[in-house]
Structures are given as structure tokens and as C-alpha cells.
């Protein structure tokens, strides 16, 4: 019987390039707790303050700006907008995610995006050793240090949740 073939996403190469040690998740996304964050974080046998989302935001001028925050936070834009230098941020329209970034809804991982864009991580991210992220599919997390994104995308760290 052949062995299945182990998934790489963009962001698991991405990681191994840079030489980073990451742990893998996968699980059904069909399940109702996979709605969720915290759903995610107890499928996956972790804690909740640990799992992160990827917010990807614009200001209406050319200028886009990814914000990582626990999964259960919401976004304050204007503090986000802050952190970023810039006068205002929203949500990016979900059409236009896929063109943005190379990712969809519920697989966009602040790793290995279409460009290098100013990635700015919620502060709650000191509250843990590591943090999980979507690894670049639906379905799939990548659970490493925060410091791996401040050292591998130049992110900042700074309070963005509401």
C-alpha cells in the first residue's frame, strides 16, 4: 500500500527554507467545531489563548496591512492602523483576498504571501511560548514561536485587539 503523501502548503516550505521547526495540524473542517478558533484549539488538543487568526486589511489606497490576533479577539482597526503608520484601515473585501494574498477565506497565513506586507501581531502573543496560525489551507495549522514572525516577515508586535 503506498504512503500517503505528507501536504506541504507555501508556508510549511517557507518555514523549512528558513530552517524553523513547526508543528503541523490537521483536522476535518467540516466538523462544527472547526468553525471556531477555540473549536480548533480543542480538536487539535491545545489551548485557546494559543490559536491566532489572520486578518488581512486595507486603506482604500494601495496600502494593505496583516494583523495576527487569538482567534477569539476581534480587530481595532484604528490601533492596527497605528501600529501600521497609517491614518485608517478595514477589512479587505473578501473578493479580493485571493488576488491580495494567494490565500482563502479560512487558509491565509501571514507566511508566504503573494508580496511582503507590514504584519503587525497582537501583543496577547507574549502570553504564550507558541502560537498557531493557519499553515495556508483550510484545514491546516502551523504552530510555531512568535519570534519566528517578527524574524522571518519583520513583524511588529503591538495591542490591535478591540
Known amino acids: 500500500m503506498?504512503?500517503?503523501?505528507?501536504?506541504?502548503?507555501?508556508?510549511?516550505r517557507f518555514l523549512e527554507e528558513h530552517g524553523v521547526e513547526y508543528n503541523h495540524y490537521e483536522f476535518d473542517v467540516k466538523s462544527d467545531a472547526a468553525k471556531t478558533g477555540v473549536g480548533v484549539a480543542d480538536i487539535i488538543g491545545k489551548e485557546h489563548n494559543q490559536v491566532f487568526k489572520t486578518i488581512m486589511t486595507t486603506?482604500?489606497?494601495?496600502?494593505?496591512?496583516v494583523g495576527v490576533l487569538m482567534s477569539e479577539d476581534s480587530i481595532n482597526f484604528?490601533?492596527?492602523?497605528?501600529?501600521?503608520?497609517?491614518?485608517s484601515l478595514s477589512m479587505l473585501p473578501l473578493k479580493d483576498l485571493t488576488t491580495i494574498t494567494g490565500y482563502v477565506k479560512g487558509g491565509c497565513s501571514p507566511f508566504s504571501m503573494k508580496k511582503l506586507f507590514p504584519t503587525i501581531i497582537d501583543r496577547k502573543c507574549n502570553n504564550v511560548e507558541t502560537i498557531i496560525i493557519s499553515a495556508g489551507k483550510v484545514g491546516h495549522q502551523i504552530e510555531v514561536k512568535p519570534d519566528v514572525l517578527v524574524e522571518l516577515i519583520n513583524a511588529k508586535i503591538a495591542d490591535i485587539s478591540a
Not at 486603506?59 to 496591512?65: E, L, P, R, T
Not at 497605528?82 to 491614518?87: M, N
Request: hydrophobic content about 35%; glycine content about 10%; charged content about 40%.
Open 2 to 12: 503506498a504512503k500517503k503523501k505528507e501536504l506541504k502548503t507555501n508556508a510549511m
Open 59 to 65: 486603506d482604500g489606497k494601495g496600502n494593505y496591512v
Open 78 to 87: 484604528k490601533k492596527l492602523a497605528k501600529a501600521a503608520g497609517l491614518k
